[in-house]
T-cell receptor, first 109, second 115 residues
Framework: KNEVEQSPQNLTAQEGEFITINCSYSVGISALHWLQQHPGGGIVSLFMLSSGKKKHGRLIATINIQEKHSSLHITASHPRDSAVYICAVRRGATNKLIFGTGTLLAVQP | DAGVIQSPRHEVTEMGQEVTLRCKPISGHDYLFWYRQTMMRGLELLIYFNNNVPIDDSGMPEDRFSAKMPNASFSTLKIQPSEPRDSAVYFC?????????????FGPGTRLTVL
């Protein structure tokens, strides 16, 4: 079993829909990252969080440390949000990230 | 700042050849990471450096892989000899530790194809 699991693996949505991507992990962590990888391949860090909730524009990330679970929400989705979203966790006092397998999101106009 | 710079962007080589990938981190960043991404295994950390010193190389697949960071502005990942199963996209990332953990900034990646 992977230490970091994401769901769903694939997601197709209509423009304007509210989207949720989930990440569960089985190890103790010091921080959780959400990354975005566009079709061109570039990877961008969206959020880094260790508790609570963060918001940036239409993106919201939450984490529940007790339940070992994080969610990434996209409000008013747009075709330009189409990308692979990757969850990664940092264990303890190390800078090493363990990655989930990613969620491929396609937002159709 | 130009961001993390990697070269080459694409590399096609034949099995048995030596391959060298290069990375220039963002100026002032003290952490540098090398990752590999494949369809089968996703993103994996190969090695990371702090202040030019290798901290964790447990992800380096085997002795054919080596990484160096001779100074704060340059790192190399070398594969010798290369094999077809090394075909992947290799990313370099850097971050700055200001008394805690910070986000990592990724380079555009090097797509390696070993024939």
């Amino acid at each position: 079993k992977n230490e970091v699991e994401q769901s769903p693996q694939n997601l197709t949505a209509q423009e304007g829909e509210f989207i949720t991507i989930n990440c569960s992990y089985s190890v103790g962590i010091s921080a959780l990252h959400w990354l975005q990888q566009h079709p061109g391949g570039g990877i961008v860090s969206l959020f880094m969080l260790s508790s609570g909730k963060k918001k940036h524009g239409r993106l919201i990330a939450t984490i529940n440390i007790q339940e070992k679970h994080s969610s990434l929400h996209i409000t008013a989705s747009h075709p330009r949000d189409s990308a692979v979203y990757i969850c990664a966790v940092r264990r303890g006092a190390t800078n090493k990230l363990i990655f989930g397998t990613g969620t491929l999101l396609a937002v159709q106009p | 700042d130009a961001g993390v710079i990697q070269s080459p962007r694409h590399e096609v080589t034949e099995m048995g050849q030596e391959v060298t990938l290069r990375c220039k981190p963002i100026s002032g960043h003290d952490y540098l990471f090398w990752y590999r991404q494949t369809m089968m295994r996703g993103l994996e950390l190969l090695i990371y450096f702090n202040n030019n010193v290798p901290i964790d190389d447990s992800g380096m697949p085997e002795d054919r892989f080596s990484a160096k960071m001779p100074n704060a502005s340059f790192s190399t990942l070398k594969i010798q000899p290369s094999e077809p199963r090394d075909s992947a996209v290799y990313f370099c990332a850097s971050s700055f530790s200001s008394g805690g953990y910070n986000e990592q900034f990724f380079g555009p990646g090097t797509r390696l194809t070993v024939l």
